[in-house]
């Protein structure tokens, strides 16, 4: 059987599905093409890709039903391919359960990078109980412990808790809502007050500069990536 | 022009008045200053009401002189013939006032209308213009560049071939920038944009537009000053993160590479205000206001290019959250963009109780 890692590309534009083939068999990958979203559902379970692009952006139905729709069976990574005008389809196909996204243009090296995530994501799910390394700061999600610079450092449940939703999806994009309820529950899903106060917190322990943010990334209007290495 | 029941109120009502004060005149002054008076209601009446009111102003004012004040007064009947052609004046003076206002107000309309379509026309032009030039130099570059890869890449040196394929993405990158800005222009202006309004910190805001711009500020020195207790404002997060992204471009195509961009936020208590500050360029002679005209290329515009809508979309997003954005001159030379955006009292937030916070293992005694 074929060792690469397989891809499948949900575009209809056959130019885009073009260049995403050879760069991704240039950079190993094997590449399976739907050119619409029926298509892409039923793509997606019979080739058994690793990592599904899913073009927000096609002619039968919408992306975010593709994504949907493959949540219902499977929790294989999806990226999405969304351009700048589609702010709003992108939430929702967030809210679907993709996992990450391009914006059009892209460059290939931005995302091959998201890729390479998304299948260590998958090759590990639930990697929640990690010891997560910031510059100066080392925080063990089991073990309920944090310090900084070798001191100890406080942090609170809630912040546990929130670093634990964001470190469940290591390097991938979680939404003000996923992480909303996933840290204060359900009936809270709309406060997102709550979620900047805390997100700020964290960074002023862990961040070494909490202006310019390397770890506790904003993904602006969607919500937010926990980038360290584990 | 419809006649409103305002109109005929005002009719009424000048009548009214001018009979009060013919009352206070009778004995004193002679009846055709009496008949003045009334004949300045009517004027009064047909400047500022309908051609109806006036005629309405003009026989109610003919009535009430004829009735109250010319003998034999308590009727109709007149005895003087030259009374007859008072109340022909009066109607006549009327009709007249009251036609030149309305040809006045059609003329002022007309004007405005034109107006109006003299501005759509100039942005309708400035739009092919803009299309046909600011989006086919790019084109332009990227055909150019990957063509020669195409037909010569095999004979180039690799550092050669890699510069074109460079210029290639970079160019296509400030297409898809230009055309993004043309569209959100377009959807600004016909309200297709819905405003998702949520707590967002500017520290974040700032943050993304500032990783967004990276590049196009690599050659500058820009420093951020959000202060740590900043409060939370209710915005758009996206699209005031777009705004602000504007700006710094803006900073960064009109000021020398080398030169300070300052990003700035601060509060008093009713308005948040975000400032980019820029130290180039000569901004002596820029139009404070004309820079945020759609389609304005900045006069400091050398080869910076672009489409001329960033400020404008800027201001656009701004005003659409009950804000405003304008500039000013740095002192000692370069521009001064702010931001103001209305603050809210944000919601409360429970503090973690106590219990919930001795909960958890990690304290701040290391011994343990």
Same mark, same amino acid.
């Given at each position: 059987?074929?060792?690469?890692?397989?891809?499948?590309?949900?575009?209809?534009?056959?130019?885009?599905?073009?260049?995403?083939?050879?760069?991704?068999?240039?950079?190993?990958?094997?590449?399976?093409?739907?050119?619409?979203?029926?298509?892409?559902?039923?793509?997606? =379970?019979?080739?058994?890709?690793?990592?599904?692009?899913?073009?927000?952006?096609?002619?039968?139905?919408?992306?975010?039903?593709?994504?949907?729709?493959?949540?219902?069976?499977?929790?294989?990574?999806?990226?999405?391919?969304?351009?700048?005008?589609?702010?709003?389809?992108?939430?929702?196909?967030?809210?679907? =359960?993709?996992?990450?996204?391009?914006?059009?243009?892209? =460059?290939?090296?931005?995302?091959?990078?998201?890729?390479?995530?998304?299948?260590?994501?998958?090759?590990?799910?639930?990697? =929640?109980?990690?010891?997560?390394?910031?510059?100066?700061?080392?925080?063990?999600?089991?073990?309920?412990?944090?310090?900084?610079?070798?001191?100890?450092?406080?942090?609170?449940?809630?912040?546990?808790?929130?670093?634990?939703?964001?470190?469940?999806?290591?390097?991938?994009?979680?939404?003000?809502?996923?992480?909303?309820?996933?840290?204060?529950?359900?009936?809270?899903?709309?406060?997102?007050?709550?979620?900047?106060?805390?997100?700020?917190?964290?960074?002023?322990?862990?961040?070494?500069?909490?202006?310019?943010?390397?770890?506790?990334?904003?993904?602006?209007?969607?919500?937010?990536?926990?980038?360290?290495?584990? | 022009?419809?006649?409103?029941? $305002?109109?005929?109120?005002?009719?009424?009502?000048?009548?009214?008045?001018? $009979?009060?004060?013919?009352?206070?005149?009778?004995?004193?002054?002679?009846?055709?200053?009496?008949?003045?008076?009334?004949?300045?209601?009517? +004027?009064?009446?047909?400047?500022?009401?309908?051609?109806?009111?006036?005629?309405?102003?003009?026989?109610?004012?003919?009535?009430?002189?004829?009735?109250?004040?010319?003998? !034999?007064?308590?009727?109709?009947?007149?005895?003087?013939?030259?009374?007859?052609?008072?109340?022909? *004046?009066?109607?006549?003076?009327?009709? *007249?006032?009251?036609?030149?206002?309305?040809?006045?107000?059609?003329?002022?309309? &007309?004007?405005?209308?034109?107006?109006?379509?003299?501005?759509?026309?100039?942005?309708?032009?400035?739009?092919?213009?803009? *299309?046909?030039?600011?989006?086919? $130099?790019?084109?332009? +570059?990227?055909?150019?560049?990957?063509?020669?890869?195409?037909?010569?890449?095999?004979?180039?040196?690799? #550092?050669?071939?890699?510069?074109?394929?460079?210029?290639?993405?970079?160019?296509?990158?400030?297409?898809?920038?230009?055309?993004?800005?043309?569209?959100?222009?377009?959807?600004?202006?016909?309200?297709?944009?819905?405003?998702?309004?949520?707590?967002?910190?500017?520290?974040?805001?700032?943050?993304?537009?500032?990783?967004?711009?990276?590049?196009?500020?690599?050659?500058?020195?820009?420093?951020?000053?959000?202060?740590?207790?900043?409060?939370?404002?209710? +915005?758009?997060?996206?699209?005031? #993160?777009?705004?602000?992204?504007?700006?710094?471009?803006?900073?960064?195509?009109?000021?020398?590479?080398?030169?300070?961009?300052?990003?700035?936020?601060?509060?008093?208590?009713?308005?948040?205000?975000?400032?980019?500050?820029?130290?180039?360029?000569?901004?002596?002679?820029?139009?404070? &206001?004309?820079?945020?005209?759609?389609?304005?290329?900045?006069?400091?515009?050398?080869?910076?290019?672009?489409?001329?809508?960033?400020?404008?979309?800027?201001?656009?997003?701004?005003?659409?959250?009950?804000?405003?954005?304008?500039?000013?001159?740095?002192?000692?030379?370069?521009?001064?963009?702010?931001?103001?955006?209305?603050?809210?009292?944000?919601?409360?937030?429970?503090? &973690? $109780?106590?219990?919930?916070?001795?909960?958890? !293992?990690?304290?701040?005694?290391?011994?343990?």
């Amino acid at each position: 059987m074929d060792p690469r890692p397989t891809i499948l590309v949900v575009e209809d534009e056959p130019e885009i599905r073009r260049f995403l083939r050879s760069s991704l068999e240039a950079e190993g990958y094997r590449v399976a093409e739907s050119a619409t979203a029926r298509r892409g559902v039923i793509d997606a =379970g019979t080739h058994k890709p690793d990592v599904v692009i899913v073009d927000l952006g096609l002619p039968d139905f919408d992306g975010v039903e593709v994504v949907r729709q493959i949540r219902r069976w499977s929790t294989l990574p999806i990226l999405i391919l969304s351009a700048r005008t589609q702010e709003r389809a992108k939430i929702d196909a967030f809210e679907a =359960g993709a996992d990450d996204y391009v914006t059009k243009p892209f =460059g290939i090296r931005e995302l091959l990078a998201r890729i390479k995530v998304a299948l260590r994501h998958a090759a590990r799910p639930q990697a =929640g109980g990690a010891v997560l390394r910031f510059d100066r700061a080392v925080v063990d999600l089991e073990r309920r412990t944090a310090t900084r610079d070798e001191e100890a450092l406080h942090l609170t449940p809630i912040e546990f808790r929130l670093l634990a939703a964001l470190a469940r999806h290591l390097g991938l994009v979680v939404t003000h809502r996923q992480l909303l309820v996933e840290v204060w529950g359900p009936s809270h899903a709309g406060d997102t007050h709550y979620l900047r106060i805390y997100v700020k917190q964290l960074r002023d322990k862990l961040e070494p500069d909490p202006l310019h943010p390397r770890h506790l990334v904003t993904e602006i209007g969607v919500g937010y990536r926990l980038v360290c290495s584990d | 022009m419809r006649t409103g029941w $305002t109109g005929y109120a005002w009719a009424i009502g000048a009548t009214l008045a001018a $009979t009060l004060a013919g009352f206070a005149m009778r004995g004193r002054f002679d009846l055709v200053n009496i008949a003045m008076v009334y004949l300045l209601a009517v +004027v009064l009446v047909a400047l500022y009401q309908s051609r109806g009111a006036a005629i309405a102003a003009s026989v109610l004012c003919v009535a009430a002189f004829d009735v109250l004040f010319v003998p !034999p007064e308590g009727t109709f009947t007149v005895h003087d013939a030259q009374y007859l052609l008072t109340f022909a *004046i009066m109607l006549g003076v009327g009709l *007249i006032v009251s036609r030149l206002v309305e040809r006045v107000r059609r003329q002022a309309r &007309e004007q405005a209308l034109l107006e109006i379509e003299a501005e759509t026309e100039r942005i309708r032009s400035a739009l092919l213009a803009s *299309i046909s030039h600011d989006l086919r $130099t790019p084109l332009a +570059v990227v055909a150019g560049a990957s063509s020669t890869l195409v037909e010569s890449g095999e004979r180039m040196l690799p #550092e050669a071939r890699q510069a074109l394929a460079r210029s290639v993405f970079d160019q296509s990158h400030e297409l898809s920038e230009r055309v993004s800005k043309l569209l959100q222009m377009t959807r600004l202006d016909t309200g297709a944009i819905k405003v998702e309004r949520d707590w967002t910190a500017m520290a974040d805001v700032a943050d993304s537009a500032v990783r967004r711009m990276s590049d196009r500020l690599a050659a500058h020195r820009l420093m951020v000053e959000i202060p740590a207790d900043l409060p939370l404002v209710r +915005v758009d997060a996206a699209l005031i #993160e777009q705004a602000l992204g504007n700006l710094l471009e803006n900073a960064a195509k009109h000021t020398p590479p080398g030169t300070i961009v300052r990003l700035r936020a601060k509060t008093d208590g009713q308005r948040l205000v975000l400032t980019v500050e820029d130290h180039g360029g000569d901004a002596a002679d820029v139009d404070l &206001e004309r820079m945020f005209r759609k389609f304005q290329h900045g006069s400091m515009e050398g080869a910076a290019g672009g489409v001329g809508l960033g400020l404008a979309i800027c201001r656009a997003i701004v005003r659409l959250h009950g804000g405003d954005c304008w500039a000013e001159r740095t002192l000692g030379g370069g521009m001064t963009f702010r931001i103001s955006l209305p603050l809210e009292r944000p919601p409360e937030m429970p503090a &973690e $109780t106590p219990y919930e916070a001795a909960d958890g !293992p990690a304290t701040d005694d290391p011994r343990r």
